[in-house]
């Protein structure tokens, strides 16, 4: 019986604290806020390493902001990380299960990458969430429809013969 109280307060405690976490995701920070439009101004002007730079610190000021991740993801995308994209798709995903842009999004970065039997998954699932009229159901069909981008050659792929003659 002495334990009682306690035991009511810490249950008061961690039922407020679940239903704030499944709160609507709201506005982000004020700061944060100012660093999603400093990075959504550098991808318009094409930079997207300083838009990463910008979204990175968005989302260390307000963790919290899910929508932050989708930026990251397309500024990902736009430097042609498409496996560090899909990452922050499935992140996003992983707090928002129904979110319509990450799972066109992570399609998207898949036929990117070649995966294009994952992406018909993704398109699959988002026809039957929010039908075929949806522009990012749309979208994804596009870049499917578009196929892979052709590889881009890299140096180290042609490194030239390591042969040492004599002078």
């Given at each position: 019986?002495?334990?009682a109280p306690a035991a009511a307060a810490l249950s008061?405690?961690?039922?407020?604290?679940?239903?704030?976490s499944y709160a609507d995701e709201?506005?982000?920070?004020?700061?944060?806020?100012?660093?999603?439009?400093?990075?959504?101004?550098?991808?318009?002007?094409?930079?997207?390493?300083?838009?990463?730079?910008?979204?990175?610190?968005?989302?260390?000021?307000d963790p919290g902001h899910t929508p932050i991740y989708l930026h990251l993801a397309e500024a990902a995308r736009r430097e042609g990380l498409q496996g560090k994209a899909i990452g922050y798709y499935r992140e996003t995903?992983?707090?928002?299960?129904?979110?319509?842009?990450?799972?066109?999004?992570e399609g998207a970065a898949l036929v990117e990458k070649g995966a294009v039997e994952k992406a018909r998954r993704n398109l699959s699932r988002l026809e039957?969430?929010?039908?075929?009229?949806?522009?990012?159901?749309?979208?994804?069909?596009?870049?499917?429809?578009?196929?892979p981008q052709p590889r881009v050659l890299r140096a180290e792929a042609v490194m030239p013969d390591a042969t040492v003659s004599q002078n």
């Open positions: 019986m002495r334990f008061l405690l961690v039922a407020v604290q679940t239903s704030v709201g506005a982000p920070a004020p700061r944060a806020a100012m660093l999603i439009t400093e990075g959504m101004a550098a991808l318009e002007a094409g930079q997207p390493q300083r838009a990463v730079d910008a979204f990175e610190a968005a989302l260390a000021v995903l992983k707090r928002d299960p129904d979110n319509y842009a990450a799972m066109s999004g039957s969430l929010c039908g075929e009229t949806c522009p990012e159901t749309r979208d994804l069909a596009t870049a499917i429809s578009r196929g």
